[in-house]
């Protein structure tokens, strides 16, 4: 018979190891809430082993999972409960994270849980149940309202992927209390812990990057996919940014052009943080190309894809420059090249190495990296010197760069 408690202490050791678990408080969680009764049906080595698994589909795509242990653990830390805190989930799944933060705030605090769909509630309410936990309240609700009957929270934490910061949610928090979310910050999707001071602005210096099913219903995010005709290939541009042109795109893409190297090795993760990150932060024109099925051979001019089946570019007036692989298409970091594709692509080229250039000398600087600050719309904005300023419909982010002196 499997010693569940075995594989779960192996599971929390493996997180502490890897520096995911740093407090004491959560690491008590995880050692003892029962993750496999969360999901039920799963056989208790997949149950905790450090992936997301996916618990309902629409079309194909997953519309809710239990989120990777690893991805949990970092954001509890960045949630920073103590005991008797009132918190707000939004997007409670399987109830697994309710559990855990239940754990920490114990019996005088509270956690709220909402999620839109009825069934993954229902479902919760068992999972919960059978694994003998107290004090969590489930609702069935869009969580783009938060849910105000519950409110003032000390922490409300999504663990869903939101484009923007919802006045509701913001009104909902306590004085000096804490909001942690999953934001589209220009393509890449980052968990930001913001604290909500006196004068409105809520501030951030705790910022990771991560990878979260979108929120459905009001809120639901715009799709900034999309597939590029005939070439296996989707071009995502960041929320903010206005319409591709695919065509222009397509065109473009079947004429590459020359090639010159970059000083860097490049990994999978710099597409969306590191280098991705820091050009979409820095540089207009950004996208990202990516193979619609990353197992589906491409033409080799798409190289650019390589072994990660995505890279980042530039484009502008029918041109395109995107980072590529010099090497095979193998796994892992590669050296790198700037190629130009389509007519005019020149200047392109030019402002992508350089921006590699830079990003290099910063310290090849990725999410934790860059403090960011949300104003609400009504909030003046705090003088800071030469922010980037991403407009959203509620609020505007200001992304304060990395210092180079602060890496070593
Ligand atoms: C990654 S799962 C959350 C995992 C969960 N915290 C757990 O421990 O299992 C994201 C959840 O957000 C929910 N969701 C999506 N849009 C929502 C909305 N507008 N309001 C509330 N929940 C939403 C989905 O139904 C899904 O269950």
């Known amino acids: 018979m499997v010693d569940v408690v075995r594989v779960r202490n192996r599971m929390v050791d493996a997180l502490r190891e890897a520096g995911r678990v740093r407090s004491a408080a959560v690491e008590e969680a995880f050692r003892s809430v029962p993750r496999h009764l969360f ?50 989930e939004i997007g409670a799944g399987t109830g697994y994270n309710a559990a855990l933060m239940a754990r920490i705030v114990g019996p005088a605090g509270a956690v709220t849980a909402v999620d839109i769909d009825e069934e993954l509630v229902d479902r919760a309410a068992g999972h919960l149940e059978s694994a003998g936990v107290d004090g969590v309240e489930l609702v069935v609700a869009d969580g783009a309202e938060g849910y105000p009957s519950g409110a003032p929270y000390d922490r409300i934490v999504l663990t869903v992927g939101s484009d923007d910061v919802l006045p509701a949610w913001v009104a909902q928090l306590a004085p000096g209390g804490r909001l942690l979310l999953p934001l589209a910050v220009r393509g890449s999707q980052l968990s930001v812990a913001l604290d909500l001071g006196v004068d409105g602005v809520l501030r951030c210096d705790s910022v990771r990057s991560c990878a979260f099913i979108r929120l459905r219903g009001t809120a639901a995010s715009a799709e900034t996919s999309r597939i590029v005709d005939g070439l296996g290939v989707a071009l995502q541009t960041p929320d903010d940014a206005p319409e591709p042109d695919l065509a222009a795109a397509a065109r473009a893409l079947a004429d590459p052009g020359e090639q010159r190297t970059a000083p860097v090795r490049l990994g999978a993760v710099d597409v969306w943080d590191g280098f991705g990150l820091w050009l979409a932060l820095t540089e207009p024109g950004v996208c990202r190309l990516l193979a619609v099925r990353p197992d589906t051979p491409l033409a080799d001019h798409l190289l650019p894809l390589g072994a990660t089946a995505g890279t980042v570019a530039l484009s502008a007036g029918g041109g395109l420059a995107a980072v590529v692989p010099v090497e095979s298409r193998g796994c892992g970091a590669a050296d790198v090249a700037v190629r130009e594709f389509g007519r005019d692509a020149r200047a392109l080229a030019d402002r992508l190495l350089a921006a590699l250039d830079a990003w290099a000398a910063a310290g090849r600087p990725g999410a934790s990296d860059w403090r960011l600050t949300v104003v609400p719309v009504g909030v003046d904005a705090p003088a800071l010197p030469a922010p980037q300023v991403i407009v959203k419909r509620h609020c505007r982010v200001l992304a304060e760069p990395p210092r180079p002196q602060q890496r070593g």
């Open 39 to 88: 999901l039920p049906g799963l056989a208790v080595s997949d149950a905790y082993a450090d992936e997301a698994v996916a618990v309902q589909f629409s079309d194909g795509v997953a519309t809710s999972s239990a989120s990777q242990p690893s991805m949990m653990a970092i954001m509890l830390e960045q949630l920073d409960l103590k005991p008797g805190h009132r918190v707000l």
